[in-house]
């Protein structure tokens, strides 16, 4: 079994900043890219930000200069810096971790349940 939780989403103002975190836990033999994207009402789920193992990263453009995203690889656990935030940030965000289970050594992508970020004045 493998679990995700999330933490750090809420509601902040325009201009404000909140830090994702996603802990990847349970049979884990291995853990490749981390990555987080979010989904808005009504839109289609989209990529935020992956890191690579070797902290190679990739952004969406609309966050481009704004986020930030890290990896602790003791910690199994990814991490999302969102600065100066914007209305069309609000969504639900999830954590995507792609890993290697260390009972059946079986390498596929998890998700994690989402937490919500609202940015509103």
């Known amino acids: 079994q493998v679990q995700l939780a999330e933490s750090g989403g809420g509601l902040v103002q325009p201009g404000g900043s909140l830090r994702l975190s996603c802990v990847a836990s349970?049979?884990?033999?291995?853990?490749?890219?981390m990555g987080w994207y979010r989904q808005a009402p009504g839109k289609q789920r989209e990529l935020v930000a992956t890191?690579?193992?070797?902290?190679?990263?990739t952004y969406a453009d609309s966050v481009k200069g704004r986020f930030a995203i890290s990896r602790d690889n003791a910690k199994n656990t990814v991490y999302l810096q969102m600065n100066t935030l914007r209305p069309e940030d609000t969504a639900v965000y999830y954590c995507?971790?792609?890993?290697?289970?260390?009972?059946?050594?079986?390498?596929?992508?998890?998700w994690g349940q989402g937490t919500q970020v609202t940015v509103s004045s």
């Open positions: 995507n971790v792609n890993l290697m289970t260390s009972w059946n050594r079986v390498r596929r992508n998890y």
């Open positions: 349970g049979s884990i033999y291995s853990i490749y890219d």
């Open positions: 890191i690579t193992t070797a902290g190679t990263t």
